[in-house]
Structures are given as structure tokens and as C-alpha cells.
């Protein structure tokens, strides 16, 4: 059986007499077994899930432009029927804010469960697994496979593998890119080798990350570079469903056969097979108790339950528990009941707080945005008429998804106007910049800053319209 590597104190090694103590021991491949069963069905259709979103929505199409586009040299941000602009950045701390309650609310009730389910690292961990398990063959196959010398079936063995992971890596790259030049200029772009520098760095970048990351590195990631793992602990109490093993019904451990009785032979439920280490990505073994290398992805208990079928045993010697229904042997109704604490449902309330204000704000925020921007260089000045003159530039952003007529309007001192064109045509998604000119009569208002208020109105829809202060200029 394969183990992961473990830390080793110096001052133990040196104890021992090991003049060359290393810190670390140089680490063991970790080969998982396949396991079938109810949480892996369930991982597997994460993983489809999760990348028929990731891999689908660059093709998707919204009138005529790419349903979902992040145009960083254009500054908008396209996610179907609605355009987003810098300063709609409260809109993406909302999202954020969203996120992580969504994880202290998942952490609480249920422990790692977007690491066991929808982590890209699990994700991409699983894909390039199955390639392996495909090309290599299962886990005693690929074992024997590391240990044999290099020869001519190892070697086109081994370069299949690496290939589809390559492949793999290199469409993740792309679809990820595409997700900001789109994905049909960029793959045009590629088919001509015309891509610019960065849409190619990018490409290749992600690519050796996914590469690196789900081909070799694995659960080094979960262990040591992801931070989660580190502070959940502060985000899981006695009442928090995790993985566990029954200590109490399946020790004292012990192989035995299947007629055998376990009582009589001073025996508990667990064979001590070590299946359900065999099959733990990250290569622990569960029944020294929750780990931070658990990732929650219940392989072990997929695996355990098999082993319970086969001796005739009650399924759940490993699996989803609280530390309190295990010590006071609970019912699924009570570890149920238990679940909603106040920590709980502290969460769920700023939640769906957040989200719902979130969603309303959207939904009825005005689709035209305007910024007044005045002419610096020129305060204000006297012109023909007897009239004062100021100019503004004004910033027009229509995020609609269809062409616009406005009206620019400024009220706020007597006789004040609009004197060059006060209608603009805007396009979906387009912002314009809209020199200004206003004037008013001389006299009027006090020397030095007043304030005024510019108005912007779509003709077809009254409702549609952004008022936006400013001051007017009167020289002394």
C-alpha cells in the first residue's frame, strides 16, 4: 500500500542517529483505486456540471456578441442581456460577499464540500485521473508500471497519457482566454497564428497550471498550498457533518471471514482491509480521525459500504456524521434538527440578504449611466448675448440591449440651457463621450461655483433616465 510522504522532526531523526536528517521525506506517489457508488456518482456529476458551464458558456451567443465577455480593453463586462462597466463594482463585491457566506454556510453544515465536489483542483484532479486510469490501467497496473523499467510500451504508454493531458490542459487554456477575446475571434486568431502576446500567455499559462496541478501536484495542492484546509477548523463545530469513521462499532479491527462472528472473535465491523485508504486522493486514512488533508469527497465511504456488502454488515461504518451524533449515536432527524444553529442560520440570513438585494439592485437598476466631467481649462466665460458659457464633457454609457435616443437637459439657475445638441444616439452597449456647452444668462447666480443638475432621458422611455449634479462657473 502507497502512502503519502509524512514530516519527520529532525530532532527525532537525529535521536536515531541519521546524521543526513532531511525535514521532509521525498514524497510517494499517491495512485487512488477506483471507487463506484452513491457520493461518486454524485462527484462525477459535478464534474459534468461544472464543465459543461466552464467549457459551454464562451460559445453561447446573446444578440449577435458573446452571451457571456469580459472586454478588459473595452472595460465591459457582457453576461447575457446585461453589460457591466467599472463602476458597477458593486456588483462584484456583492458577488464576492456572496461567495463567501455561500462557503462559511456550506463549511458549518457539511464541512469540505466544495473541496470533495467542486474545487477545480478536484475537478481537473478527476479528469486527468480517469485519462491515467484509462491508459495506465487500474491501480495495481499503474504501480507495477512506475516500478518497471523504462521500455517501449512504458514509454508509448506514458506519452498517450501526457499527450491527453496536454490536450486537456491546452482547451482549458483556450476556453479560459476566450472567456475575455471570444472564443471565436481567438480560435481564428490561433488557426492564423495571429494571436497577440498576451492572449498567447495566457493560453500556456493556464494550461502548465492545469497541467501541474492536476497531473502532478494533486493532493499537494489541498495539503499544502490551498488555505482552506487551514481554517476550517475554525468554521466546524461538534454539529458539522463531516467524515468519519465509528470508532465505536468498528474497533477493535481485524481481518476475518465472511461466516465468521466478529463478536465472538472479540472483533468490530472494520476488516481492516485498508480500502478505504487505498482510495483517498489524498492518501490518509480516515479512521485516525478528521484530518486537514480530508477533502471531504467520500470515496472512503463508497468504498467502506462495498466492503459492508460483501461481509453482510450494516452500511455506515464510515460516514457523513457530527462528532456529537457519533458520541450520543443521534438519528439522521436529529443531526438534522441539530444543523440549524444559530451560527447557521446567521449565515443563511446575510445570504439570502445579500443575495437578494443583490438580485433586486440588478434587476432594477437604470440601464444608462452618466458621468459629468467639466472642461478644466476653461472655467467659465463671458460670450456674446450677454451670456455666461460653461463645458462639460459628458460621459454616456447606454448598458441596454438596444440603441437609445437621449435628451440632455440642466435646470438649477434661471434662464440656464443646453445650447449645443442636446440629443445623442447612443448604441447598445456603448458608451460615448459628449462634448457640452451651457450657458446662462449674465448676472445670474453668485460669482463663483453654483449648482446645477443635468438630466439624460431616453425618448422612447420616459423611465429611463439619470440625473447627475455638477456646478456652473460664474466669473467674478
Not at 308 to 328: F, H, Q
Request: glycine share 8%; charged share 25%; hydrophobic share 45%.
Amino acid at each position: 500500500m502507497d502512502r503519502p510522504s509524512r514530516i519527520i522532526p529532525i530532532a527525532a531523526a537525529a535521536a536515531a542517529g541519521d546524521a543526513d536528517a532531511e525535514l521532509f521525506e521525498v514524497r510517494q506517489k499517491i495512485h487512488p483505486r477506483a471507487v463506484t457508488g452513491k457520493f461518486a456518482a454524485w462527484r462525477w456529476s459535478m464534474v459534468w456540471i461544472t464543465q459543461l458551464v466552464f467549457y459551454g458558456l464562451p460559445w453561447l451567443t446573446w444578440n449577435g456578441r458573446p452571451a457571456v465577455l469580459f472586454d478588459l480593453t473595452q472595460r465591459q463586462f457582457f453576461l447575457f442581456g446585461t453589460v457591466l462597466y467599472p463602476q458597477d463594482f458593486v456588483y462584484l463585491t456583492g458577488l464576492l460577499v456572496i461567495a463567501a457566506m455561500s462557503l462559511f454556510l456550506f463549511t458549518a453544515v457539511a464541512g469540505r464540500l466544495w473541496c470533495g465536489y467542486a474545487c477545480p483542483q478536484t475537478v481537473y484532479t478527476e479528469i486527468f485521473m480517469w485519462i491515467e486510469m484509462r491508459v495506465e490501467g487500474d491501480r495495481a497496473q499503474r504501480i507495477r508500471l512506475d516500478r518497471a523499467p523504462m521500455s517501449a510500451r512504458k514509454l508509448g504508454l506514458r506519452a498517450a497519457k501526457h499527450g491527453l493531458w496536454l490536450a486537456v490542459a491546452l482547451w482549458t487554456g483556450v476556453t479560459f482566454v476566450g472567456y475575455f477575446s471570444g472564443m471565436r475571434p481567438l480560435l481564428a486568431s490561433i488557426g492564423s497564428l495571429d494571436a497577440g502576446g498576451w492572449e498567447a500567455f495566457w493560453v500556456l499559462f493556464y494550461a502548465f497550471a492545469t497541467y501541474g496541478n492536476a497531473g502532478f501536484m494533486r493532493e499537494q495542492v489541498c495539503k499544502y498550498m490551498c488555505p482552506y484546509a487551514r481554517f476550517q477548523s475554525a468554521m466546524i463545530d461538534r454539529d458539522t457533518l463531516v467524515i468519519t469513521y465509528d470508532g465505536g462499532r468498528g474497533d477493535p479491527r481485524g481481518s476475518r471471514s465472511r461466516k465468521a462472528d466478529p463478536r465472538a472473535l472479540g472483533l468490530g465491523d472494520c476488516v481492516d482491509c485498508g480500502v478505504c485508504v487505498e482510495v483517498c486522493p489524498t492518501g490518509i486514512d480516515i479512521r485516525k480521525g478528521l484530518q486537514n488533508e480530508c477533502i471531504g469527497c467520500a470515496a472512503c465511504v463508497d468504498a467502506c459500504d462495498k466492503i459492508m456488502d460483501r461481509m453482510g454488515y450494516a452500511r455506515g461504518l464510515i460516514r457523513y456524521d457530527t462528532e456529537r451524533g457519533v458520541r450520543e449515536r443521534l438519528s439522521r432527524s436529529a443531526l438534522l434538527r441539530q444543523a440549524l444553529r444559530p451560527r447557521v442560520l446567521v449565515y443563511a440570513a446575510v445570504l439570502a440578504a445579500v443575495t437578494t438585494g443583490l438580485v433586486a439592485h440588478m434587476a432594477l437598476r437604470t440601464p444608462l449611466k452618466v458621468d459629468v466631467i467639466r472642461d478644466r481649462g476653461v472655467l467659465g466665460r463671458e460670450v456674446e448675448d450677454g451670456m455666461t458659457e460653461n463645458v462639460y464633457r459628458l460621459q454616456v454609457m447606454n448598458t441596454s440591449e438596444r440603441a437609445r435616443r437621449l435628451r440632455i437637459g440642466v435646470a438649477g439657475l434661471e434662464s440656464i440651457a443646453v445650447v449645443s445638441n442636446a440629443f445623442v444616439d447612443v448604441e447598445r452597449g456603448e458608451h460615448r463621450l459628449v462634448p457640452v456647452r451651457v450657458r446662462a444668462l449674465q448676472g445670474v447666480g453668485k460669482p463663483g461655483p453654483n449648482r446645477i443638475e443635468f438630466t439624460v432621458e431616453a425618448l422612447d422611455d420616459t423611465r429611463v433616465a439619470v440625473r447627475e449634479k455638477s456646478t456652473f462657473f460664474v466669473p467674478r
